[in-house]
């Protein structure tokens, strides 16, 4: 298990003086990171051998939003799977308890034929040595029969990740936007559940698709379907939002 402190920065912070979504996200994705380079397992390291990760699942959890000046004390750790899907586990905690938690999926690809490979052809001994179990399951997705509400985004340069396709954080920010305008006023995002199909290349268009479900008590669920410029579905998620 890796472990590392993070302070949340001021342009993290939302107007209602909590943490943004957006940037628990990119200190996730620090946290995977930094703990692949000390196993020499990072997309840097795979590139030059023509291989790289790609986020498949994403589920994430948050059990409330810490304010300004909250220190996070952040744990990571990774379990293969049938020697193909490495699974990574995140917890997330600060001085009044715990924040939120996440459990993803990745798989390695071989860029030119872009198909996957065997885990144990590329992984290093310490990536072996310090798996631990990771307990996540990723259920399939609901297709709703119809989409309510059509919204467009264009992918900005600074959108694109090193493998020049956009950054997994940045469609969590088209799901959370495409929701109604009093869900997002009125409500906080407890839960998402990202299932990524296929990369979004360079510039271009967007179009997320969204639907609500029925849901009991005082949660809202959201089905989302992001559209690629190529006409193609890209990613699906659900988010479930909770009267604040």
Not at 138 to 155: K, N
Not at 160 to 177: I, Q
Request: net charge neutral; charged share 30%.
């Amino acid at each position: 298990m890796f472990e590392a402190p993070y302070s949340i920065p001021y342009a993290g912070i939302g107007p209602d003086g909590r943490m943004k979504l957006p940037v628990l996200l990119d200190i996730l994705q620090d946290m995977a990171d930094r703990d692949a380079r000390r196993m020499s397992m990072t997309v840097s390291d795979l590139l030059p051998k023509g291989v790289s990760w790609v986020l498949r699942r994403y589920k994430i959890t948050v059990e409330r939003y810490p304010e300004y000046e909250s220190t996070l004390t952040v744990k990571t750790w990774h379990e293969p799977r049938r020697n193909l899907h490495s699974l990574r586990a995140f917890s997330v905690a600060d001085e009044k308890g715990p924040v939120a938690s996440a459990e993803t999926s990745w798989i390695l690809i071989d860029l030119e034929r872009g198909r996957p490979l065997r885990l144990d052809r590329h992984a290093t001994p310490r990536y072996v040595e310090e798996s631990r179990p990771v307990t996540a399951e990723f259920p399939d997705l609901p297709s709703p029969g119809e989409w309510a509400d059509e919204r467009p985004f264009s992918v900005r340069r600074w959108d694109l990740d090193r493998n020049n396709h956009v950054n997994n954080a940045v469609y969590f920010s088209w799901a959370a936007e495409a929701v109604p305008e009093e869900t997002a006023l009125s409500c906080s995002l407890l839960r998402v559940d990202a299932e990524y199909l296929r990369p979004t290349e360079g510039r271009g268009n967007i179009r997320v698709r969204t639907a609500r479900l029925d849901q009991s008590g005082a949660e809202k669920a959201f089905i989302h379907s992001i559209i690629g410029p190529d006409g193609d579905e890209k990613a699906r998620f659900l988010t479930l939002w909770k009267k604040d």
